[in-house]
């Protein structure tokens, strides 16, 4: 529902939406415009080290500012996820990585309360390949955790990352 939350008027011609639809749909029936409220698409990656570590990040900003993160975000309208994937690692970490394992799916919401963002969340697992880690974009600091130091679901900024290190400890 957040995509939709709020809207209504059309984004195209700014007449009035008919919502009978809503929260799944709004349409204009000025000019035909339909929007849905779809997941939006987000790619992320648990980068291992040689040593068997992964690479998260402590969030810069809001929502969960100071939380840890597995470094990723959203796709580009039109953006191959792999394209994504790597696209975000270089901005949030300076790192160049290649995909590796696709560890699965995840639903989560980026917020909180009903204007919060629905997210689909591909993760992989990635290798580094180039360059040196270092925060930036909307990451206030890097720092690689062994299996047995992955911090405490309360210290984590999104309710599936206990999932994904789940998945990602069982392969």
């Known amino acids: ?5 709020g809207w209504r008027f ?9 919502l009978a639809h809503a929260p ?14 779809n997941s939006s698409p987000c790619a992320c ?14 969030r810069a900003v809001e929502p969960h500012r100071g939380l840890w993160d597995a470094p990723g975000g959203y796709l580009e309208e ?11 690692l270089l901005e949030e970490t300076g790192l160049t990585v290649e995909p590796d394992r696709f560890l699965g799916i995840w639903m989560d919401t980026n917020g909180d309360g009903p204007a919060a963002n629905a ?10 390949v180039a360059g040196e880690a270092v925060a930036a974009d909307d990451v206030a600091e890097l720092r ?3 299996p ?14 206990p999932s994904v290190f789940e998945a990602w400890r069982s392969t």
């Open 24 to 37: 799944l749909r709004v349409e204009c029936p000025s000019c035909g415009f339909v929007g849905y409220a």
């Open 148 to 161: 047995a130091e992955i911090p405490a679901p309360d210290e984590l900024a999104f309710s599936l990352l």
């Open 1 to 5: 529902m957040a995509i939709l939350h």
């Open 45 to 58: 990656a648990l980068v291992e080290d040689d040593s068997g570590r992964v690479l998260l990040g402590r």
């Open 78 to 88: 039109h953006e191959h996820p792999l394209d994504g994937l790597r696209r975000e």
């Open 119 to 128: 997210t689909l969340n591909l993760f992989w697992t990635a290798r580094v």
């Open 10 to 18: 059309c984004p195209r011609c700014g007449g009035g939406l008919d």
């Open 144 to 146: 690689w955790f062994a």
